[in-house]
T-cell receptor, first 115, second 111 residues
Framework: GAGVSQSPSNKVTEKGKDVELRCDPISGHTALYWYRQSLGQGLEFLIYFQGNSAPDKSGLPSDRFSAERTGGSVSTLTIQRTQQEDSAVYLC?????????????FGPGTRLTVT | KNEVEQSPQNLTAQEGEFITINCSYSVGISALHWLQQHPGGGIVSLFMLSSGKKKHGRLIATINIQEKHSSLHITASHPRDSAVYICAVGGRRQGAQKLVFGQGTRLTINP
């Protein structure tokens, strides 16, 4: 079956513009996560969605960042008024949470460059 | 101090050597994950464990909950094992699903 897919794979944008990053999770996975990996930095959690519960937004770095998940499937991460420090690889992951099993499957990422 | 610490940060070894990467954490967790990130950036989940030991092929992961420590071992290492290995924990405080990541260990296996 298909894995987690993300689009676009690369995005170059000018400072101040808005960008939308898309994630298609594995079909049937109830949990979806967004992470960010800045150049030379480790991975950091941004937000996760689990079923119909309110998303955990505790990792979003500012109010310029928002995400939604429509119909329990596709998710869009939106960054408004992009800044150069937003340049990073944005990774999406999904998991099927059943009992103790919630291994996360990662997408290939979207490399965002803000010029 | 980071909640998840890995050591070493960089490791270079010769093909065939036994490799150990360590991970220590300071928070209560419900699961620990080992991830592999290849030079192209793709991330693959290697293990998720909450106790004991797991083995997949040449890879072995162990965890000691009392000592808050996990190790990833690679037997008979091969150049294709060269990658960044990342430890991540899902904490009871943060919720089982939200991961906190170590900084990664860059492993290079020379032929």
């Amino acid at each position: 079956g298909a894995g987690v897919s993300q689009s676009p794979s690369n995005k170059v944008t000018e400072k101040g513009k808005d960008v939308e990053l898309r994630c298609d999770p594995i079909s049937g996975h109830t949990a979806l996560y967004w992470y960010r990996q800045s150049l030379g930095q480790g991975l950091e959690f941004l937000i996760y969605f689990q079923g119909n519960s309110a998303p955990d937004k505790s990792g979003l770095p500012s109010d310029r960042f928002s995400a939604e998940r429509t119909g329990g499937s596709v998710s869009t991460l939106t960054i408004q008024r992009t800044q150069q420090e937003d340049s990073a690889v944005y990774l999406c992951a999904s998991s099927l949470i059943t009992g103790e099993r919630y291994e996360q499957y990662f997408g290939p990422g979207t490399r965002l460059t803000v010029t | 101090k980071n909640e998840v610490e890995q050591s070493p940060q960089n490791l270079t070894a010769q093909e065939g050597e036994f490799i150990t990467i360590n991970c220590s954490y300071s928070v209560g967790i419900s699961a620990l994950h080992w991830l592999q990130q290849h030079p192209g950036g793709g991330i693959v989940s290697l293990f998720m464990l909450s106790s004991g030991k797991k083995k997949h092929g040449r890879l072995i992961a162990t965890i000691n909950i009392q000592e808050k420590h996990s190790s990833l071992h690679i037997t008979a290492s091969h150049p294709r094992d060269s990658a960044v290995y990342i430890c991540a924990v899902g904490g009871r405080r943060q919720g089982a699903q939200k991961l906190v990541f170590g900084q990664g260990t860059r492993l290079t296996i020379n032929p």
